[in-house]
Every structure is written in C-alpha cells, then in structure tokens.
C-alpha cells in the first residue's frame, strides 16, 4: 500500500524558513520521481518543484527560484522541500506527489506566512 505523508508545516514570519518532508512506503522510492504541489485558498494546485528518480531537479516554479530546493534521500525513503525567504504569497497547503504505476498524494501540511 503507497503511503505519502508530509510534514513540518506551519506558521512562519515571511523571511522565514520551513523544510517539508514526504516520507513514503509502500513501493521504491528510488524508482519513482517526486514532486511538490501547492493550493491557495481558492486557486488551482499548481505544481512547485520536480525532482527525477535520480535526484535531478527537473522543474522548478518561477515564483520560488532562488527560495526553495527540492531534494531527496532514496535511503530514508524521503523527500524535502527547503522553503527559504518565504512570503505571505507562499501560503497554501503543499503537497507532495509520485508516480509509481498511477499518481499518489499526500494528505497536505499547511505552511501560513504571516507577521
């Protein structure tokens, strides 16, 4: 059974800094590619960042180029979203996503940037 769980959510002041995980079970994270999604209070899901089965990042948003690296540890079965200089407009709920046979999600963290 595919399991993804996020976490390391949470309220930050913008200019902060938060790492999401995904830590996944169930199937080979090493053969799988990761992304990192996120949805605002009425906005579509849009996709963040993209990292390849071998740890290329193969996408990532114009809006948090320079700000957030996706990354990956194919050992703990874990995937990474480091959120740098955050800004009120970062707020959403993030989720992360793989591909193994058909798309898998997450149940979301919720990341709040506020003063």
């Known amino acids: 059974q595919v399991q993804l769980v996020e976490s390391g959510g949470g309220l930050v002041q913008p200019g902060g800094s938060l790492r999401l995980s995904c830590a996944t079970s169930g199937f080979d994270l090493s053969s799988a590619g990761m992304s990192w999604y996120r949805q605002a209070p009425g906005k579509e899901r849009e996709l963040v960042a993209k990292?390849?089965?071998?740890?290329?990042?193969?996408y990532r948003t114009d809006s948090v180029e320079g700000r957030f690296t996706i990354s990956r540890d194919n050992a703990k079965s874990t995937g990474y979203l480091q959120m740098n200089s955050l800004k009120p407009e970062d707020t959403a709920v993030y989720y992360c996503?793989?591909?193994?046979?058909?798309?898998?999600w997450g149940q979301g963290t919720q990341v709040t940037v506020s003063s």
């Open positions: 990292i390849s089965f071998a740890g290329v990042v193969l």
């Open positions: 996503n793989v591909y193994w046979y058909e798309p898998y």
